[in-house]
Structures are given as C-alpha cells and as structure tokens.
T-cell receptor, first 112, second 111 residues
Framework: QKEVEQDPGPLSVPEGAIVSLNCTYS??????FMWYRQYSRKGPELLMY????GNKEDGRFTAQVDKSSKYISLFIRDSQPSDSATYLC????????????FGGGTRLMVKP | NAGVTQTPKFRVLKTGQSMTLLCAQD?????MYWYRQDPGMGLRLIHY???????AKGEVPDGYNVSRLKKQNFLLGLESAAPSQTSVYFC??????????FGDGTRLSIL
C-alpha cells in the first residue's frame, strides 16, 4: 500500500460544476498538507497548503483536512476549463530531508 | 523571477552515454530535490540535499549521482544511461516546512 493514495481519474466534469478531489494517507506523522496543480508538460505549482485539521479557503478553492481519518480533500467551486490539470496531494512532516510525500495525482478535465 | 531553472529541457541519449542535468535556484533555499515522474508512478524522489555540500539518497537512487557544490545549484548525473531511466526529471527547492518550488522539468529519452 502506498503511503499517499489518490484516484488517478480522469475525472470529467462540465464547466461550473463543484469538483471534489480526495487523498488518503497512512502516516500519522504528517503535520502539514499541500495541494499542487500540474499542467501538461509543466512542473507542479503550489495551489494550497494547510498545517491543521479543518478547512482553508482561497478563492474558488477549499482544502479540507481530517487528521483523525487521514483524509484530505480539495474542492473547486465554479470549475473552469483552465482548471483542467493533474492535482497532486503532498503531505509532509518533520523528517531528515524535510521531504514531501506525493500522491500519484488525479487528472481533472473540465469541459466547456 | 526565475525561481527554479532546469537545463536542458529535452535530451536524447544512447544507452551507455553519460550526462548531467543542472538545477539552479535563485531563492537561497537550503533544501533541494531531484524527482522522476513516470506515468502511473507519480513523483519519486531520487536524491536530495539539505544544504551546500550535502547529499542523501531518496526512494530511487540507483544509477544516479548528485552534487551540491554551491548552494544555488544541484546537479544530477547519469554515469551510464539505461532505457529504464527514460523519464521526466523535476528539480525542486524549499525552505524548512515551506512549500516546494518546482522547475519545468527535463524530458530525457534513452534509446
């Protein structure tokens, strides 16, 4: 079992839909949680990060963390075709290399 | 606003050839990382560095070597390229417990 799991998709939704992207993890030592967005042929770019359980909102994006269930979600409201990308969850904690552990990513397609 | 710059962007090698991938960051970050990304495998850590002059092995280090002689540069070397090393390579840097910043990758094909 991988340490961080994501459904690879693809997830196809119509423009304007609410999107829910999910991630589960097994390591209780993870202390902070990041979401990256990766467009085709580009490097991952940071979308959101949070250091605690609960919700964090930034514009159309909301990150939700439930440490008790080891479950992370990213919600996208009013989805746009420009949101079409692969979304990677990446929890991290206090380790020697200050490393993040990346999920395999979920590919999202938003159709006009 | 360069951030993390990777050189080259594309390269084709023959089996057995050697090459070095260069990563440069202008954010004065302590930590630097090399990943490979393959379909269905996600990002896998090859080597990392916690500061100038230091390197350490990641998840998939075999066949690769790294050096961090200057804080801003992190080099990834392939001594004898193999077809299994065909991949997209990403470099990233960060400060302690802060988000990682990625370059746009090097696409490497080994024939």
């Amino acid at each position: 079992q991988k340490e961080v799991e994501q459904d690879p998709g693809p997830l196809s939704v119509p423009e304007g839909a609410i999107v829910s992207l999910n991630c589960t993890y097994s390591n209780s030592a993870f202390q902070y949680f990041m979401w990256y967005r990766q467009y085709s042929r580009k490097g991952p770019e940071l979308l959101m990060y949070t250091y605690s359980s609960g919700n964090k909102e930034d514009g159309r994006f909301t990150a939700q963390v439930d440490k008790s269930s080891k479950y992370i979600s990213l919600f996208i409201r009013d989805s746009q075709p420009s949101d079409s990308a692969t979304y990677l969850c990446a929890p991290g904690g206090n380790n020697a290399g200050n490393m993040l552990t990346f999920g395999g990513g979920t590919r999202l397609m938003v159709k006009p | 606003n360069a951030g993390v710059t990777q050189t080259p962007k594309f390269r084709v090698l023959k089996t057995g050839q050697s090459m070095t991938l260069l990563c440069a960051q202008d954010m004065n970050h302590e930590y630097m990382y090399w990943y490979r990304q393959d379909p269905g495998m996600g990002l896998r850590l090859i080597h990392y560095s916690v500061g100038e002059g230091t390197t350490a092995k990641g998840e998939v280090p075999d066949g690769y070597n790294v050096s961090r002689l200057k804080k801003q540069n992190f080099l990834l070397g392939l001594e004898s390229a193999a077809p299994s090393q065909t991949s997209v390579y990403f470099c990233a840097s960060r400060e302690l417990n802060q988000p990682q910043h990625f370059g746009d990758g090097t696409r490497l094909s080994i024939l």
